[in-house]
């Protein structure tokens, strides 16, 4: 057995893939004694699975080699030729170990959740083995069919623990993630069948096949819609307002911590890695998406009056960094844009967590009728104030160092012109302008003032050391990203200089 585990065979990946759903099913087997059971035992998976990732990327893992590692290759299905294959390089190592870190804190953070808490933790570990299995996929299918695992966990978790109008938003988010499915398909299937007789579905043989260009672009559009919706890219970004504001915080941090990081991660692993000249053409649409999404998100997000679909409409906001990084074709860039896919996982889980530990306290969804809060909740009033500033990009804090670097990655841009570079940056930061004014005047609203202290029964609990556990976990990896961003750097910048020399230069 010692050999089988210092060797570099043993099936790491599939074992962090399928552990959380195997795991997750033996949850109605559990004796029916209560809810406690049922969460320490989902809490326990959660805390396994991220012991083992981390154990299998710091002794298995080299952080100097571009290439996939770890990687593994089982023939499943004979009659089409259908693999198995798993592997992991720089761009995936660290949306695995978010997963990990933000899958454990929701699942920490659903405590209050008592309606069929089976059915709860068991969607919440299926969602968990979705991701994984998404982020380490080799094939196309394979990706496909891991892209498709999320849909109805997030579906059900929505439309069964949502909010009052939360049959209408998982409708919409069903309508639109499905639909935008049907593009994604049609790409694994072209790329997968285009130029011979038996479908090649492995990455490594689809990154070097090339393409007519006409073909390569119709290619790039189907897997960009497909990916526009999940990031999302607007315009079909309306689902993620409605959703958020609806689903349960825990579904929240999951949604905003790494469910939009799938469609971003597609974009860089499918969309650049696949089709590079098609990459190259829409790049300069990219970032002007990318920038108006900046704007537009930041001056709708003041005028949302529920909390959550303000938060909501920041991650759209934060989402334009990444997709201008990835349209750069710089190194700067791409790794600002990755830099800023591990920030904003961290920070908008923290935002909608407190956002959901303060509806637990006062009942109230809508920031008109919040205020005073401070006094009476000081432990909720300081985390959210930490986080609200990290959102804002505080320096010191990893929102400014990622949206910095892609700052730097447009100025050192080859593509583009000089007085594109000006523009761009120039309206990006006005976007950077708008970011605080919706922040704080969040934070006024819902803190400052004197509107609680006439209400009769204007006793709340403060934070409890599990609430406040959650909140400083998620704050420690953004102080330490803040003032340490090499640490992100080391896992990603080998793969991203291959990626951008390979294609680019």
Known sequence: MYLVFTTNYFPWLTIVTVLPIIGGSLIFFLPHKGNKVIRLYTLFICIIELLLTTYAFYYYFQLDDPLMQLTEDYKWIDFFDFYWRLGIDGLSIGPILLTGFIT??????????????????????????????????????????????????????ISVWGGKKRLYSSTKFILYTAGSSVFLLLGVLGIGLYASNEPTLNFETSANQSYPVALEIIFYIGFLIAFAVKSPIIPFHTWLPDTHGEAHYSTC????????????????????????????????????????????????????????????????????????????????????????????????????????????????????????????????????????????????????????????????????????????????????????????????????GYKFFNAPNSYFFDSGPRE??????????????????????????????????????
């Not at 976990?473 to 991203?496: H, M, Q």
């Open 468 to 505: 406040l556990f959650i909140s400083i976990s998620i704050f420690l990896p953004v102080i330490g990203i803040g003032l340490y961003p090499d640490f992100v750097f080391s896992l990603s910048v080998d793969k991203v200089e291959t990626l951008i020399s390979n294609f680019f230069l």
């Open 253 to 448: 941090m999951l949604l905003a911590g790494i469910l939009l990081k799938m469609g971003a991660y597609g974009l860089v692993r499918i969309n650049m890695e696949f089709l590079p000249r098609a990459h190259s053409i829409f790049a300069p649409w990219l970032m002007i998406v990318g920038t108006i999404q900046i704007i537009y998100a930041a001056s709708a997000s003041p005028g949302q009056r529920n909390l959550k679909k303000r938060i909501a409409y920041s991650s759209v906001s934060h989402m334009g960094f990444i997709i201008i990084g990835i349209g750069s074709l710089s190194d700067m860039g791409l790794n600002g844009a990755f830099l800023q896919i591990i920030s904003h996982g961290f920070i908008g889980a923290a935002l909608f967590f407190l956002a959901g530990t303060s509806y637990d306290r006062i009942r109230l969804v809508y920031l008109d009728e919040m205020g005073g809060m401070a006094v009476p909740v000081p432990k909720i009033f300081t985390t959210f104030s930490i986080l609200s500033m990290a959102s804002l990009a505080l320096p010191g804090m990893s929102g400014f160092v990622a949206e910095l670097i892609v700052f730097f990655g447009i100025i050192t841009s080859q593509i583009f012109f000089l007085i594109q570079k000006i523009l761009i940056t120039f309206v990006m930061a006005i976007g950077t302008i708008l970011t605080p004014i919706y922040s704080l005047s969040m934070l006024r609203q819902m803190f400052y």
């Open 104 to 157: 454990t804190l929701a699942t920490l953070a659903a405590w209050p959740i008592t309606r069929d808490s089976r059915l709860f933790h068991f969607l919440m570990l299926a969602m968990y083995s979705g991701q994984i299995g998404l982020f380490s996929s080799r094939d196309l299918l394979l990706f496909f069919i891991m892209w498709e695992l999320e849909l109805i966990p997030v579906y059900l978790l």
